[in-house]
């Protein structure tokens, strides 16, 4: 720090105007510069189905090559427990790009089917983008179409949105870089000083996983398309994930579900060439990604912007690819549920980790407040600054899932500490599945049919030593159920009286 901004700024806090330059209250450390003074840059990055551990910093043993985002996490922040809080039907995508915009809980957005009941009006006005533009800030977003919230995306004053997953720089991730840099290269050259939020999208690795041909080969894929063949093996692909099963244990209930079935690539084959394949083409796209998100911090450190700039990565949900012998986004393992996330920025401590206990619907709230504005009244999201700040280490103690995109009432899970209750109430009653997991032992969720010779490296749920542990997650999820308006209740729980509402033809059909 110079002299001269040292002067600066303790006039600057001495005269008063500290809370003038910071109208709702986001205070920066004193130390930093006179630079920082300046209201904070935002790039937040997005993938399409990701799991955390695809990256080795979720996972060591994990073969993807991602420099840039390492670097990112080893800069800032690693949260270990954030999660999307499910869906109501069978595009993932699009429960969880709501919570991301608007910061509701899941049965309170403006699609689920009780939004008549919780939802207010004009909700629009008060997603991520239309908040940050009466503030003053620039807003610039790229990514995907479809399964996403127009309303929302619509409220970004420059927007350049495409579906973008083939294997070429017109047709793949490099065309959302491109978006970026050209609005970067534009604000240079306009000397605008503004402070940006930019929302930068990408299409892939969801599938289809079109890799491009340099990727693919160092990850030994291949872009396979024939359902009557299996694709070559190749000791360059990535190995099978840990607790990869050949079939799951029973129907996760959502029959015809498209991720289970007719993803091109994979179908309904769970073998090993297929899935080993299909991981490659899905760390091929991943690369390119990160290959994207590098040209981007690059520039933004040669514009001088880098220091000032919070950087957030994460993705819309994980995803299995042949996880507990399933394919898709729709279930409740760590490997769906929880997203991988970064936050690197002004006051992170370089290398630091916690488990943050975070939503993705706390989204709009952590960037409000990181950027000094109020965040709208219908937000119900936390900002986890406080966590980024290292004054703690969770947001809340119990998280909640649900997928009930398929049969009703679906799957539902719970989470506290160490355990966590997974439970299935599908196919009009016939499957009714319970598991418990203590988290610390068994991470990775290992069934019975992983054949771990550990007995704690199972489901516990009907061990009899922890039948009072049982008891108490039971009592829980019912609790979070209650406070989040789920509509449903499982076969287990009380009903409480309500009329849950009944599968829609939309929700029947084919989930994207
Ligand atoms: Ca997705
Ligand atoms: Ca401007």
Redesign the pocket.
């Known amino acids: 720090m110079t002299k001269q901004n040292l002067l600066l700024t303790i006039s600057v806090v001495l005269m008063g105007l500290y809370p003038f330059f910071f109208a709702s209250g986001a205070e920066l450390p004193l130390q930093k510069s006179a630079a920082s003074l300046r209201r904070p840059n935002i790039l937040f990055i997005l993938v399409d189905d990701q799991s955390p551990f695809d990256f080795k910093f979720y996972d060591p043993n994990s073969s993807l090559q991602s420099p840039n985002i390492d670097r990112l996490a080893a800069q800032g922040m690693v949260l270990d427990a954030a999660h999307h809080m499910g869906a109501f039907v069978g595009a993932v995508c699009t429960p969880s790009r709501h919570m991301i915009m608007c910061g509701r809980t899941v049965w309170h957005l403006p699609i689920s089917p009780e939004a008549g009941k919780y939802c207010p009006p004009n909700l629009e006005q008060n997603t991520l983008a239309a908040v940050f533009n009466r503030a003053g800030y620039?807003t610039m977003r790229t990514c995907k179409v479809g399964n996403s919230y127009e309303g929302a995306n619509k409220q970004f004053t420059v927007r350049h949105d495409a579906g973008k997953r083939g294997g070429t720089d017109e047709s793949g991730s490099p065309w959302h870089g491109d978006q970026v840099m050209n609005y970067l290269t534009q604000?240079e050259a306009s000397k605008?000083v503004?402070p940006f939020l930019i929302y930068f999208g990408f299409s892939h690795p969801h599938d289809t996983r079109d890799g491009r041909p340099e990727l693919l080969e160092k990850y030994g894929a291949v872009n396979h398309t024939d359902q009557s063949t299996l694709p070559d093996s190749n000791p360059k692909q990535p190995a099978l994930p840990i607790n990869y099963l050949p079939a799951h244990p029973f129907p996760h209930g959502h029959p015809g579900l498209r991720d289970e079935t007719t993803v091109s690539g994979v179908w309904a084959k769970r073998d090993e060439r297929t899935i080993r394949n299909e991981l490659g083409r899905e760390f091929a796209c991943s690369e390119s990604i990160d290959i994207q998100v590098g040209r981007v911090l690059t520039k933004l450190e040669a514009m001088g912007e880098l220091e000032n700039t919070y950087i957030f990565y994460t993705a819309d949900h994980g995803i299995a690819i042949g996880r507990h012998g399933l394919q898709g986004k729709q279930n409740l393992y760590e490997h769906t549920w929880r997203v991988p996330f970064i936050v690197k920025g002004p006051g992170i401590k370089p290398g630091s980790r916690a488990p943050g206990n975070i939503y993705l619907l706390d989204t709009v709230a952590t960037l409000c407040d990181l950027a000094g504005i109020p965040a709208p009244e219908s937000n119900e999201g936390l900002s986890f600054k406080p966590v980024l700040e290292g004054k703690q280490t969770t947001m809340r103690e119990v998280l909640y899932g649900i997928y009930s995109g398929g049969t009703k009432p679906g799957m539902r899970c719970v989470k506290r500490g160490d355990w966590k209750l997974i439970k299935y109430d599908v196919l009009d009653g016939t499957v009714h599945e319970t598991q418990l997991f203590n988290l610390a032992n068994n991470p990775n969720e290992f069934l019975t049919e992983h054949g771990k010779k550990d007995s704690a490296l199972t489901n516990l749920a009907r061990d009899p030593k922890y039948a009072g542990k049982l008891a108490e997650m039971e009592k829980l999820l019912l609790s979070e159920m209650r406070r989040l308006n789920d509509p449903y209740r499982l076969w287990n729980q009380p009903d409480d009286g309500l009329t849950p509402p009944k599968a829609g033809k939309r929700e029947k059909a084919k989930a994207k």
């Open positions: 620039d604000r605008d503004d």
